[in-house]
């Protein structure tokens, strides 16, 4: 339960009378938890782990296969705990004093020769970045850095301090931004760059295994709740038997199997179509959901070709 004010009663001094007053503030409770949400299946370790993250007080970085739903669980926790969410998506170009601030030179260079009044104060040219919105808010929430791994190798090692006292320095305006409140973290990685021994320890970690039949069948009744049986069950087996093939560059993810469900409702495909009589490797209709670059399409193709001449 979220509590949105305090109302106290004020003297006013030398008259002696009293003012209710309504202090506005906003917490959360100190053992909150994540129990998962209606609209995202989270495992019991993945549940764990989120909890583990809030008692240590520490970012929770997440690993996994791209399409897993890592970006999607900050957004559910967020939500499911009643907390604003902040997102800082990484790019190859992305900078740690990005996240913290920006000191506009141009601008105020600009202002100065047209003789602007602003240029005395120098908090007119102050960037705010996600990190410092984060540290500047009146109440606690989640904070999302996505991708990590996308940036140079420097980044994560750039924010260590920053991550773990709640505070930095901003030279241009001698100031320390401290935390009101530790916002609750969440870094994501697609692991395609490792990530510096200082940076992990400071965090916890949890790899977000692909589902089994089992918890996909869970996710898909989430986002197609009236979906056939029969339907489900075909689609199911050839999606396994997809990503059960050797040799593919990118096996299909969860995300590319609700895409391709999604399609097959929307042209109302039959149920023949994705069921094979004799048990044989068979191209599925739209496949091009499922397999995103000409060599697995290619391969796949050979494998079914072969497959055909082997009858």
């Known amino acids: 339960m979220r509590v949105r004010g305090l109302t106290v009663c004020v003297y006013a001094y030398p008259s002696g009378k009293c003012e209710t007053r309504t202090i506005p503030f906003t917490f959360l409770p100190i053992h909150m ?6 609209t995202y299946v989270a495992t019991q370790d993945l549940k764990l782990a989120v909890n583990a993250s809030i008692t240590l007080k520490r970012p929770l970085l997440v690993k996994g296969e791209p399409g897993t739903g890592k970006t999607m669980l900050a957004e559910e926790v967020a939500q499911a705990l009643g907390m604003p969410l902040l997102q800082w ?7 740690a004093q990005q996240g913290l601030y920006e000191y506009d030179a141009v601008s105020r260079l600009r ?3 047209l003789g602007d009044d602003r240029v005395k104060d120098i908090h007119n040219y102050i960037v705010r970045g996600v990190l410092w919105q984060a540290f500047a808010s009146d109440q606690p929430l989640a904070l999302l850095i996505d991708e990590i791994d996308k940036a140079d190798i420097e ?9 773990d006292r709640m505070e930095f320095h901003c030279y241009e305006t001698r100031e320390t931004i401290r935390a009101k409140h530790r916002p609750l973290v969440f870094i994501t990685s697609n692991n395609e760059k490792e990530l510096p021994d200082a940076f992990l320890r400071r965090c916890f970690f949890h790899y977000i295994k692909f589902p089994d039949q089992e918890t996909m069948k869970q996710i898909i009744d ?6 056939k049986k029969d339907l489900l069950g075909a689609a199911m087996k050839v999606f396994y038997d997809v990503r059960g093939l050797p040799g593919l560059k990118k096996k299909p993810s969860t995300s590319e199997l609700l ?6 409702v929307a ?3 039959p149920l023949t179509a994705l069921q094979s009589t004799d048990d044989k490797i068979a191209v599925p209709p739209l496949v091009g959901a499922l397999l995103k670059n000409e060599q697995d399409v290619s391969l796949f193709e050979k494998l079914v070709f072969m497959n055909q001449r082997n009858r």
């Open 33 to 38: 938890k994540f129990q998962g949400s209606q």
């Open 89 to 95: 998506h990484i790019k190859s170009t992305t900078k």
């Open 111 to 113: 202002d100065s020769q």
């Open 155 to 163: 980044f994560p090692n750039d924010l260590l301090r920053e991550l």
């Open 222 to 227: 989430v986002h197609f709740p009236n979906l």
């Open 259 to 264: 895409d391709w469900l999604k399609l097959l």
């Open 267 to 269: 042209e109302d495909i």
